[in-house]
């Protein structure tokens, strides 16, 4: 992956680990399991409640309909969908070991184990749409369905009935609901163990939402206000909340449509939306005939289908364009590939000096693989690494603390403006006096600080406060 081979803080990893190989023995088979981690695309776990349209969105993104999605039939299995060719796929079972899948056209049919003894499916296929980000698409939640979130848990939650090798290490969440979500999809998200700044929050079935495609009040404009009222109650937990059709975005991403579909639409003319709807409802749809009426309500939904047919009278390529835009998925796909993209990086470079700590815990290599890992953590080019890794410990000790809004902050902003939470327009000294007085006030609370993961913070936030006064 030598597009981020320029990456600094990559480059300091990368240099850790030659320097841990270089200590030979079974350390260069660790340091060669570290890497693959550090030079594959981040991992992106799709997750929530049961048919909140997580298998469409992960369709929708990959431009293919790889994953299964359907009215009664759910996920079953955590999928990791990675770029790669051939077009192929295994299955790992909860020990870690790999079994061969057949391949029905684009989706897997057929499984060689029974459900419950796998952790993930785990397909190939060449796309770039998934070449920077590796998406994994998980079972619903839901309290119905213990089999189902337990799959999920396997393969997410550190320790949760699980041995390392079978644990799809994500970097990063998608969280879907299709309302305000429950309190026990907030706490199980809580448990994965990502902070807000990598989790995403998506509302999704943006089309139906409220009183849906009749309603007084267009359903995607009013998800994208209810968006806005839930990123502010869920910042706790997600960074943002972006209103997404997955439906239209499915079907205009995977190239579902025809112009065969878009003539169907405009034969329903003008009429209004109630009359239409009842006609679709209806044992003759006429003019359409029935296999099309379903075929259309598969494809782009009443909401579609009623607003849809303006376009549609401009062709197929123009009733995909307009379902590209109203989905919502370009701004989804901006956010994933920017800044989430950011954050899973911290994520999974805090995770691999982690492994560094695990390994000297265990190994007689003990000192020598401390020192590499210390002197990782004190090249420049590792601080947005100790900042996050500090705004995850502070937040599960002590999530009221002032602190982890100075952490946020400081990994937020672009500017040393931003970085302090300051308006823009001033001018540098005034942002190196807020500076030092944020150094010295952090210099003072580092005199009594209640846990290890505020003295941990404290350290950090001093050197960056130090660098930002000068
Ligand atoms: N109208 C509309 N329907 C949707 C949307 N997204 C998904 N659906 C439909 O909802 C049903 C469930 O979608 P899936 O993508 O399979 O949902 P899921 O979250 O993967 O479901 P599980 O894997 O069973 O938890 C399918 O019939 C989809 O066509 C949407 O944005 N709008
Ligand atoms: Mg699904």
Known sequence: ???????????????????????????????????????????????????????????????????????????????????????????????????????????????????????????????????????????????????????????????????????????????????????????????????????LGVLSRADGFGEGALGRRDPIEHAATHARVLARQLSDSVATVVPISGLMAQTSRTGALTEADAYAMTTLGRMRPLELIELLESDDPAPLDPRMRDRLLDLVGEYGLINGRAPAGRGAAELNRWLVERSGIAALQHLMHTSLSQFAGLQRASRILGHFDQLAFTHPARDQIRGIAQYARSQPAMRPVALFTDLHRMLDADPASPLVGDLRQLLLGRTPAERLGLPPGLNRGQVQATAAAKLSEAHSQALSTMTSAEDAALVTLIATYTDLAR
């Not at 790999?98 to 499984?111: K, S």
């Open 1 to 199: 992956m030598a597009a981020v081979a320029t990456d600094p803080m990559h480059q300091v990893l990368d240099q850790a680990l030659r320097s841990l190989a270089g200590l030979g023995g079974n350390l260069v088979d660790e340091a060669n399991r570290i890497g693959s981690v550090l030079w594959s695309p981040p991992r992106v776990v799709i997750v929530g409640r049961l048919k909140a349209g997580k298998s469409t969105l992960v369709n929708a993104l990959i431009g293919a309909p790889v994953a299964e999605t359907a009215a009664l039939e759910a996920t079953r299995v955590v999928a990791v969908y990675q770029d790669g060719a051939p077009s192929r796929a295994e299955v790992v079972d909860v020990q870690g070991r790999r079994y061969p899948v057949t391949l029905g056209r684009e989706q897997v049919t057929d499984l060689p184990l029974p459900a419950e003894q796998i952790a993930y499916l785990h397909r190939w296929l060449p796309s770039s749409a998934i070449r920077s980000i590796t998406l994994v698409d998980t079972p619903g939640l839901a309290t119905l369905t213990t089999e189902n979130e337990t799959a999920t848990r396997r393969v997410l939650i550190d320790g949760f009935e699980q041995t390392r090798t079978a644990s799809v290490d994500a970097d990063a969440a998608v969280f879907l609901f299709d309302s305000t979500p429950r309190a026990d999809e907030v706490s199980f998200l809580k448990q994965l163990g990502f902070t807000p700044l990598n989790t």
